[in-house]
């Protein structure tokens, strides 16, 4: 188990080097950090004197290296629109993204599960079969036509709920929340419903496949044959035996939901990390563009390195192999 452990360790390690390069280079190669933070009216000496402060004259391995270990105590510098500490306006921003991302969550295991078991006790059946094609048309629809959508159904036509921003927020110490406010709790609806619905249908798919092989095991059989009921048959035993692939599923796609919720969040102006990122990129202020590569993607491997330990410690086979 600990050569497992060192082993998985040791890949998240080396793809975060990897990722860390990566945002290296956009320092490095996409912009001159000295005519971004000087004005106009500055010489010769003063871009010297700061290339000098910034330590841009020494040599690429050099200034790789302290980016890395930079990058590790959560230092990105300043960015260079806001003058501000890169973490700073990330950590000012996380909240929202994570608050989004949790209620998106949420609504996928709350929706696609029981749509999930519906479709495959249905199956055959006209209403499971339309399920099963509703569900094709949600994996294909990009995010930002849903997000377009619902703003138009629901905040444009019938006006119930609000189309863009936070709502009023609530201060708990450095944490901001909408969800202790009316305004708050109505503007969360429709992102969360846009974000999650892509989500919704993988789950949805994944337990009707795993529905359909549970109910024709031998167990099932058994039970059925000793009078269990129906409805305890579905929920009690069989969807038991259906929830490990979807936890592993969901913790997956955690990570991939933070990548991806910049454009839900650009669509409603939601004030998170994915917005931070795209006006990043509309301002070329590539330390917080370098920040955001660094953070989503720790979340995405340090998210996938647990649920490898995870799978470990309940099949020891993985550890054989």
């Known amino acids: 188990m600990l050569a497992f452990l060192i082993k998985r360790i040791g890949n998240a390690v080396l793809v975060m080097l990897t990722v860390a390069f990566f945002a290296f280079l956009i320092f490095r190669f996409l912009g001159d950090p000295v005519e971004m933070m000087v004005n106009e009216s500055a010489t010769q000496v003063d871009r010297d004197e700061l290339r000098g402060r910034l330590g841009l004259n020494d040599g690429f391995l050099v200034q790789y290296v302290r980016f890395v270990a930079n990058a590790a105590q959560g230092e990105f510098g300043l960015s260079w629109r806001n003058q501000q500490s890169v973490l ?11 608050e989004l991302v949790i209620i998106a969550t949420i609504l996928s295991l709350a929706i696609g ?6 479709t495959a006790i ?16 949600g994996v294909s629809l990009p995010s930002f036509l849903v997000g377009i959508l619902l703003i138009l ?13 936070r709502g009023d927020v609530v201060r708990i110490g450095w944490w901001s929340t909408g969800l202790l406010t009316p305004s708050g709790r109505a503007a969360v609806i429709l992102p969360s419903l846009s974000l ?23 167990f099932i059989k058994f039970a059925r044959a000793r009078g269990v009921r129906r409805r305890a048959l579905w929920f009690r035993h069989a969807l038991k035996n259906c929830l490990m692939p979807v936890v592993t599923l969901t913790a997956m796609q955690v990570g991939n939901l933070i990548a991806f919720a910049l454009v839900t969040e650009t669509v409603f ?3 998170g990390m994915g917005m931070l990122f795209m006006q990043a990129v509309t301002f070329v202020d590539i330390p917080v563009m370098a920040a955001y590569l660094c953070i989503v ?25």
Do not use: C, H
Request: hydrophobic share 55%; aromatic share 16%.
């Open 269 to 271: 102006q939601w004030p």
């Open 88 to 98: 700073g306006l990330i950590a000012e921003r996380f909240p929202a993204t994570f």
């Open 153 to 165: 159904i629901f905040s444009v036509t019938l006006g119930w709920l609000p189309g863009y921003g």
């Open 122 to 137: 249905g199956r055959g059946k006209w209403w499971a079969e339309s399920l099963q094609f509703s569900s094709i048309i």
């Open 196 to 218: 999650s619905l892509f989500q919704i249908t993988l789950v949805m798919r994944l337990v009707r496949a795993e529905m359909l092989e549970t109910l024709r095991a031998d």
């Open 297 to 321: 993607s720790f979340i995405f491997v340090t998210l996938n390195t647990f649920v490898d330990i995870a799978y470990a410690v309940i099949d020891p086979r993985l550890r054989a192999a």
């Open 113 to 118: 599960i029981p749509l999930g078991v519906f």
